[in-house]
């Protein structure tokens, strides 16, 4: 997505074994460290770097789990925990806040009975508080429900605009790469300064965290099935 207009949306990201993780913290402070191909927000840890140079490892909540005092040793130790398994590094974002809680914002977008790419749903997930990791939330919440509790509507507008489009573009764009696709979910996270970043694609959106938002259940699952049918109907 780099090479696409999508850029401007893209925190950095880097392949784990190809990086110096202390020139990456001396750069952003923090860093998130993820699975390259990943599942419900397993094994997604933070790194921080605090002003009197310690080195703060988080695996979900945000009170470290390790503490390392020698920065110059922490690509060793960060060694140590992924062993051979592929991760990636990304920048870390200053996450905007719904009352001591990060949130994100994921867009499910599925294809329809045209085979054109559409929004079928957008909600706001809910860490608990003291934690960063919004795949392991509290609650989830329709977006029309939220956004309006952080900003004015005009606000709301433009990010409900922005979303929309960057959501299909970012569809297309994995389609492009990737192949035939039916449906994924785009993340996004806003900063302080209330800019949209895309942390993450999901090629298998979970359905279960709709199960409470009555109004997306029908659409998110008819979708898929007109897309078959518009498929069913292609000429060979």
């Known amino acids: ?15 784990y074994n190809e990086v110096n993780v202390l ?26 770097l605090k002003d009197n140079r310690d080195i703060h490892i988080s695996l979900h909540s945000l009170a470290p789990r390790y503490i390392w005092r020698q920065s110059e040793g922490i690509q060793r130790k960060l060694d140590e925990l992924f062993g051979l398994k592929k991760y990636l590094v990304q920048q870390g974002i200053h996450i905007s806040q719904l009352v001591h809680q990060y949130f994100d914002i994921r867009v499910l977008v599925q294809k329809d009975i045209l085979g054109e790419w559409t929004v ?20 989830i919440y329709d977006a029309e429900e939220i956004l309006p509790r952080l900003f004015s509507q005009d606000k709301v ?42 942390i993450e694609l999901n090629g298998q959106p979970q359905k279960n965290i709709y199960k409470d938002l009555t109004c997306y259940k029908r659409k998110i699952y008819s979708r898929p099935l007109e897309y078959a049918y518009y498929l069913s109907n292609l000429e060979d």
């Open 1 to 15: 997505m780099k090479q696409s207009k999508l850029k401007p949306y893209l925190p950095d990201t880097f392949i």
């Open 23 to 48: 020139e990456l913290l001396e750069k952003y402070r923090v860093v998130y460290i993820k699975p390259s191909y990943g599942a419900k927000g397993e094994s997604v840890y933070r790194v921080e």
């Open 120 to 139: 079928s749903a957008i909600t706001c997930r809910a860490a608990y508080e003291h934690y960063y990791n919004t795949s392991i939330c509290e609650t």
């Open 157 to 198: 507008n433009e990010i409900h605009r922005s979303l929309y489009e960057v959501s299909v573009t970012a569809a297309q764009e994995a389609e492009t790469y990737l192949g035939l696709l039916g449906e994924l979910s785009v993340d996004f996270v806003l900063d302080e300064q209330r800019k949209l970043w895309i």
